[in-house]
């Protein structure tokens, strides 16, 4: 079956540019987490949405970095007036329902800020 | 906090040479601990799991048992192959309702050569 899918796969940027980064997640799956990966670290958590709801943001750096899911299945990440150091690859993960220890990554988004 | 970390790479090793990534944890509860491996412009994927004290995980000829004394997980393999490079990754999750997300290590490079 189909896995999680996002994009765009690659994303350059301007400074003070706003982008917005889409996540499909395996269908069904209740759970969606969006984690930071920066070059040579492991990813970091930034916020998780059970359905629609989100029920931690405390990865999410600061508050130019917005996330949602209104329906329950596509989220959006979005980070408004780009800086350097938000370049990184985006992950966003899924998993079946809460307690469900397995989460199931998507190929990520690269974005370059320049 | 609870964090995971792991042996520094990159790691070099030539076919059908024997395999171990060092991995150690942190963690006030009880976690699960996993190993998940991110081949070249891919995304992560579950390579083993253990969820409690002495589990050992394993798939395609990877190992890893969770020591709870020693509070390490460290990956081994027998033998590996020229396909088995990539970024190694390992990562715990709590048990805990009001736990969401994974902590991961920093990562482990391996190259195999033939």
């Known amino acids: 079956g189909a896995g999680v899918s996002q994009s765009p796969r690659y994303k350059v940027a301007k400074r003070g540019q706003d982008v917005a980064l889409r996540c499909d997640p395996i269908?069904?799956?209740?759970?969606l987490f969006w984690y930071q990966q920066a070059l040579g670290q492991g990813p970091e958590f930034l916020t998780y949405?059970?359905?629609?709801?989100?029920?931690?943001k405390s990865g999410l750096p600061s508050d130019r970095f917005f996330a949602e899911r209104p329906e329950g299945s596509v989220s959006t990440l979005k980070i408004q007036r780009t800086q350097q150091e938000d370049s990184a690859v985006y992950l966003c993960?899924?998993?079946?329902?809460?307690?469900?220890?397995?989460?199931?990554f998507g190929p990520g988004t690269r974005l370059l800020v320049l | 906090g609870d964090s995971v970390t792991q042996m520094e790479g990159p790691v070099t090793l030539s076919e059908e040479a024997f395999l171990t990534i060092n991995c150690t944890y942190t963690?006030?509860?009880?976690?699960?601990l996993f190993w998940y491996v991110q081949y070249p412009g891919e995304g992560l994927q579950l390579l083993l799991k253990?969820?409690?004290?002495?589990d050992k995980g394993s798939n395609k000829g990877f190992e890893a048992t969770y020591r709870k004394e020693t509070t390490s997980f460290h990956l081994e393999k027998g033998s590996v192959q020229v396909s088995d490079s990539a970024v190694y990754f390992c990562a715990l999750r709590l048990l805990d309702y009001n736990n969401n997300d994974m902590r991961f290590g920093a990562g482990t490079r391996l190259t195999v050569k033939p």
């Open positions: 269908s069904g799956h209740v759970s």
């Open positions: 963690a006030t509860g009880y976690p699960s």
């Open positions: 253990a969820t409690k004290a002495d």
């Open positions: 949405f059970q359905n629609e709801a989100q029920l931690d």
């Open positions: 993960a899924s998993s079946f329902y809460r307690g469900q220890e397995t989460q199931y």
